[in-house]
């Protein structure tokens, strides 16, 4: 039995020589790749990619050589079981289609490296990323200390991977030959990788990991236990200035804040009840201090400490709203 738990801890190695790397057979994807370059053509390809269970991730964007020079991702690639699909954003108007695709929870994308490429497409536009897997978590939980692609595909399939078009121009409107097949190739060989690890049992051993959530230390449960976080129903954000003159002094402010804590300190429901938040500016800048209260998503303004008393005996204590002082009901779905 023991022999059998260190034979499957040893299932890859921990770690790959750029020199052992080299040596490796050189793999590229040989699969059909569709380019998509227009709104139709993205179209037709998210009704394939919409259908599938399984998609190899990654993007490309034009390398920056200096550190004042940013660029957004140019290239979108995804791979399915039977064709990769280069998507070249620029040329697409409309990326709801995309960003429904992200959001499919019954599908898994895959890719390693994959939180910079995400942070990069929200600049481009917005989406909700669901059911993303990152190939270096899976390579931690087995103990592999190299978590690049090129080096992950060396350890988990004995094959090296080209990286000499990498710092090639994204951006330009026609890629070559040479930029096409290497593209393909890192989105299909994500899902290869994704595949072994399977195999292994490591992903769902990851998924296990995420459902149990991190483990809670000592001194942050004694925290959350302190503040009722677990029974508070409101919760309350006041202003306590900002730099605007058309909002209200930092003395102000603070009254305001001191008074509210008082009050909810004596009224027995800051702790368990009330979570009481003090921050300097909730960004409207006018007829402060600002009141936002949860989960109602209440906002008022002009919050002497009159104003906080109808406040509480009104709204905390009795669910009603303070007209007088409302400025908006926003409650978040």
């Not at 921990?14 to 052992?20: F, H, Q, T």
């Not at 890192?186 to 051993?205: N, P, T, Y």
């Not at 003395?251 to 300190?265: D, I, M, N, S, T």
Request: proline share 5%; aromatic share 6%; glycine share 6%.
């Amino acid at each position: 039995m023991i022999g059998a738990i260190q034979q499957r801890k040893r299932s890859f190695p921990p770690s790959i020589s750029k020199e052992e790397i080299n040596k490796l057979p050189l793999v590229q994807y040989e699969g059909p790749t569709q380019l998509v370059r227009s709104q139709e053509e993205l179209k037709k390809a998210l009704s394939i990619l919409g259908r599938e269970k399984l998609l190899g991730f990654d993007t490309e964007t034009r390398p920056s050589f200096r550190k004042t020079d940013t660029y957004l991702p140019a290239l979108l690639q995804l791979c399915t079981a039977k064709e990769a699909f280069l998507i070249q954003l620029p040329k697409i108007q409309d990326y709801s289609g995309i960003a429904a695709l992200f959001a499919n929870t019954s599908q898994q994308k895959v890719g390693v490296a994959i939180r910079d490429d995400l942070a990069g497409l929200m600049k481009i536009f917005p989406f909700s990323p669901e059911r993303f897997i990152d190939l270096a978590d899976l390579a931690r939980l087995a103990e592999i200390n190299n978590t690049g692609l090129r080096s992950l595909c060396g350890i988990t399939m004995g094959k090296r991977i080209s990286k000499s078009a990498q710092v090639s121009n994204w951006a330009k409107d026609e890629l070559t030959p040479k930029q096409i097949v290497y593209a393909a190739t890192d989105a299909w060989v994500s899902r290869e990788i994704f595949l072994v690890f399977q195999k292994s049992g490591l992903v769902k051993k990851h998924i296990r990991k995420l459902q149990q959530g991190v483990p809670l230390s000592k001194p942050l449960k004694r925290k959350i236990e302190r503040l009722g976080l677990e029974t508070i129903t409101h919760h309350i954000f006041i202003c306590t200035g900002s730099d605007s003159s058309n909002c209200c002094s930092e003395e102000r402010g603070q009254e305001a804040f001191k008074y509210l804590h008082k009050r909810l300190k004596e009224l027995q429901l800051i702790d368990g009840k009330v979570l009481l938040s003090k921050v300097h500016s909730l960004e409207i800048n006018q007829k402060g201090p600002l009141i936002l209260i949860y989960p109602e998503g209440t906002w008022y303004h002009s919050c002497t400490p009159e104003v906080i008393e109808r406040i509480i005996q009104n709204h905390i204590l009795n669910g009603k709203v303070v007209k007088e002082n409302l400025l908006l009901i926003n409650k978040l779905k």
